[in-house]
């Protein structure tokens, strides 16, 4: 899944409107559940205070001193993706659009992680680069550096603001929570342990939180199944109740953009979303990319996406299967069948909306305990989610701004200050940003528009960098710069003239998620067009200095046999035929 | 890693020690006084295999990655 865009998340952070709706809760907690998330606190802060005398250097507060375990990285990889509003507003998507919503975990994924850790990784690890935006400052030179981490420092902690609210939301709704207590508890000990363990500190709780979202969220699917009947039980009932709609089919319905619930057609899913966005994010954002580059060896590095995975594969038993089995086990309190609605259909016979449906299972089927597991689950999702926020904005301000722009020769030890309070100014932003979210909730639609604006054309970039040796310094940044421009364009002419969709998307049937995935693919060709035009005419790079950046003048280090179990290309291959099989089998 | 750290695995045995031993409390509780929660499929007895298979997690991760002396 790519959360952060408007074709994932945005859909749940725009429907997170519904969540306004004073005095309503739908769970209360028992003193064995409050114990069970103060425990969690306290695990984290121990971790943040144990990590603090391992995080003195740059390289330890800003890389984890490059010494994590494939494991380690790959889930830490995974995790960082893995936030509360992705838990619920995707099962709520799953809910609304049917297995569809896996699209985004599987081809949404899935071979952007594998090229990722086969093709990508050996330059960013080779280049020993400390961010994303470094990789390009060293390829095409300061200017792409520049524009890359301004924009992606801007967004990253808006959208951290922005996540950081709608959990505060989602625990006022469930538990009746005050907002600005959730804000600041979990951003205040995000806070701390980050700023005290740096990078590694970050890693390891989200590897921790990884672990407990699913000791948490697992044993909802496991009972409903068991309750629906099986699988094909549940296919059957979904059926029999909504005639006509095919929740269970991926692909069926994918020959026209009138044939499914979500508008697309499966050209936008293949290319816009399998290709442009997946890879846009899985293989340039930063956020995630920071957790491979602290890999132990370029073997860990490769293993590590790969790992992740296995286990993105496996996310949608723990979020998608909830969203169907809402559809057939959710019922009113007369025993009638509930059915969830649209924020903007919300009424006395209709009380709940699709991103309750995980919370209304959890309740359903949690005790004390059991429950208090389940939302330390979303918190930890949320923790995760913020952690990686700040932690990689905190090294893009102070490798790619700070250092460079404004004070170049300071020693190491004053650099990872500076990391640290980019830290807690990060956090500080973020809770600015949430308030300001509070107050026009409108901005949640644009902030997520913003930031599909800069990752498409990234990719173009960053692609054309790492795989042709002519590219300039020149075609990188005007090949970027157009490319935004080009999404930011686009999104501002459907908005001004909505008929324009018939035109960026192809069709008049088209909604907003086909708009989304074909507006990315479009920035893309512009950036990768304008930057083999301004490259043919600009002088390019002689081949020493494209060493160790681009496939062909570069020597990717040996490291020796290994033996099958080990080697990355063995389990990049059984991947990928699970994959298929998977597509298959819910064709 | 430090040769001296903690791994993570060790916390996370912890947690998961401290979590299956709450939930496996609770469910072995309510199955001695009959008192159950009010949710569905309590016959299942959720609290106590999920708490019972965190806490045998949890005590695997515990004493594979204890931290060793130095």
Redesign the interface.
Known sequence: MVPLLTTAAGQSISSLAMFFQPGKTLAHLTALDVIVIAVYFAMVLWIGFYLKKQANTSEEFFMAGREMTAWIAGLSFVSANLGSLELMGWAGSAYQYGILAAHWYWIGAIPAMLFLGLVMMPFYYVSKTHSVPGYLKLRFGESSRVLAAVSFGFMTILMSGVNMFAMAVVMKVVLGWDITFSIFVSSIAVAIYVTLGGLRSAIFNEVLQFVLIWAGALLVPILGLIQAGGWHNLQAKILLNYHNQDYTHMWRGMDHFANNPMGVHWTGIVFGLGFVISFGYWTTDFLVVQRVLAANSLRSAQMAPIIASVFKMAVPFIVILPGLLGLVLLQNPDGTLMHLVGENALSAANPHSYNEVLPLLMVRYCGPGLLGLGITALIAGFMSGMAGNVSAFSAVWTYDIYQPHINKNATDSHYVAIGRWATILGVMVSIGAAYLVMNAQGIMDYVQALFSFFIAPLLGTILAGMFWKRATSAGGFWGLLAGTFTSVGLYIWVKINHSALSIVAFSPNAKDMAENLYRALWSFVVCVGVTFVVSMLTKPKTLDELSGLVYGATVIPYEGPVPLYKNHWFWASIVIVVFFILNLIFW | ??SS??S?WF??G???T??GA??LG??VS?WVTGH???????H?H??IW??AI?LALGLFYDLKFKPSPK
Do not use: K
């Not at chain 2, 159950?36 to 309590?42: E, F, G, R």
């Open positions: 890693m430090h750290s903690i993570i916390f996370i912890v947690l998961l401290i979590y709450l939930i609770y469910g309510e159950y929660a009010n949710v569905q499929l309590v299942y959720a609290p999920w708490g965190l």
